[in-house]
């Protein structure tokens, strides 16, 4: 099998894999939540505390809508990372055809549906009628630019799957410093308003999506697909559809425990929906390590358990636990001690003290809870990329339920201090759930698959549904 530019994450020293992949995939992120932060900081700098709320009452619909297609397009490339972990290239040409195709048209699917019903959503969110139609405004644009970010995503998620996780880095790179640009032209120049910054994301994302595919049209020879893989199969998709769509609806489940903390929010007024924007903002900026832990822990375990090497992913997430246990100190020690000035990027405190002394208590308060984060984030997406998507989706329905009920009971009982637990309380409940499923899963694996190692044929997207 030819791998130029990829990486076989089955051979060498777990660390040193995990480090080296996860490296390129934390630049990416991080340029990634600039996305997110230059939108925001422009908006709440140049735009003022009301719009900046506008644009943070669509966080969680956001999340709901496009964390489906980001789940869908993760669960796609795990079959293929798979298949390459088993080193069938056959296997990898016909799920890299079906992943292609499944996600070109759900992502068209998705688009037209949440721009016709993004307004309704919002007024089902208790969004405030002040902010309102600036909010419609925003994730109306984003919405419609489903396919764009979808493009971006499948293409990264495919090049992952295959061991490369610089590719994607470097065109995400070139395209956060084009939102930048973009930003500061439309709203200041142009007078976009918050438009101006949603048309800055969805051009940046179909930039970089577009960089991607070129590449993997020109260096990867592996994704050369002759005429005869570009074949539609019932059987393959149903089974790319049983991966992705649990993948897909995990991420929705757990926004919709995001929804209902973003309406109790909402019922708080103007002020906290601000608090929260900003600091939900650099929230995401500290979890961009545990994000790169977790994506390079499914590639990771994924190619592992096509080669069914079971130790390999035990090792990584030792390897993975230990970094992110020791970041998540760190992190949180730089909260505490800079989370006024950090916010200040956001919300200027001499004309809004109010806000930001309610987003200090968010951010710090959240800060206290990374180490179940990542725990979250590593073992989830390693039952992932072996395959138990619908396991992981269980895990989704942990982080709703512990949500909703902050949502409906905290929150009305204490105020806003009650919403800053809403996201640990999801993270702990979650880690309950996932700790002995991983390990039952490694049992279930030990017992039924290692027996077979010498039997595993090509069949590399389908035996872990059978084996569970």
């Not at 390459?84 to 056959?90: I, L, M, S, V």
């Not at 005429?227 to 897909?248: K, N």
């Not at 390079?296 to 080669?307: D, I, K, L, S, V």
Request: hydrophobic share 55%.
């Amino acid at each position: 099998m030819s791998r130029t530019l990829t990486r076989d994450l089955t051979e060498g020293r777990p660390l040193k894999l995990i480090v080296s992949f996860a490296l390129p995939l934390l630049f990416g992120v991080l340029f990634q939540q600039l996305y997110s932060f230059v939108d925001t900081a422009i908006v709440g700098r140049f735009l003022g505390a009301e719009r900046l709320a506008a644009v943070g009452a669509t966080g969680s619909v956001n999340f709901l809508v496009i964390g489906l297609c980001l789940g869908l397009c993760s669960g796609f490339s795990i079959p293929i990372a798979q298949a390459f972990g088993a080193k069938d290239e056959r296997e990898v040409h016909r799920c890299t055809w079906h992943a292609i195709v499944l996600s070109g048209v759900l992502s068209i699917l998705f688009a037209v549906l949440s721009t016709v019903l993004c307004k309704p959503m919002l007024r089902l969110m208790n969004t405030p009628e002040e902010i309102i139609d600036s909010s419609a405004s925003y994730i109306g644009i984003i919405f419609a630019a489903i396919p764009c970010c979808v493009l971006y995503n499948m293409a990264s998620g495919i090049l992952r799957a295959l061991g490369d996780s610089r590719t994607p880095v470097v065109f995400l790179i070139l395209a956060s410093l084009l939102n930048i640009v973009l930003d500061l032209f439309l709203i200041i120049a142009c007078g976009m308003d918050v438009a101006g910054a949603a048309v800055a994301t969805a051009v940046s994302q179909l930039v970089a999506g577009i960089g991607c595919v070129i590449v993997m049209r020109r260096r990867f020879p592996i994704l050369h697909l002759s005429r005869e893989e570009r074949h539609l199969d019932p059987v393959l998709a149903r089974r790319m559809l049983g991966t992705g769509l649990p993948m897909g609806l995990q991420f929705s489940i757990t926004a919709i425990g995001s929804v209902l903390i973003q309406w109790s929010v909402n019922g708080l007024g103007v002020n906290a929906v601000a608090a929260v924007s900003g600091a939900v903002k650099l929230s995401a900026f500290f979890a961009c390590f545990y994000d790169a832990l977790a994506s390079t822990m499914a590639t990771y375990a994924g190619q592992n358990m096509g080669a069914r090497k079971l130790d390999r992913i035990n090792q990584g997430v030792r390897c993975t636990a230990i970094l992110g246990v020791v970041y998540s100190a760190l992190a949180f020690g730089v909260v505490a001690l800079f989370a006024g000035p950090m916010l200040g990027l956001f919300i200027d405190a001499n004309a809004a003290p109010e806000v930001t002394a309610m987003g200090i208590r968010y951010l710090t308060i959240n800060a206290a809870f990374y180490i179940p984060l990542l725990f979250v984030n590593i073992l989830r997406l390693s039952i992932q990329g072996m395959g138990f998507t619908r396991v992981a989706m269980l895990a989704g329905m942990s982080e709703m339920v512990a949500r909703a009920a902050v949502a409906l009971f905290l929150v009305p009982a204490v105020g806003f201090t009650g919403a800053c637990f809403a996201s640990p309380a999801a993270w702990v409940l979650a880690d309950l759930f996932l700790f002995p499923c991983y390990f039952q899963i490694m049992r279930i694996l030990r017992q039924r698959l290692l027996p077979e190692t010498e039997e595993y044929t090509n069949a590399a997207c389908t035996p872990l549904h059978r084996a569970a």
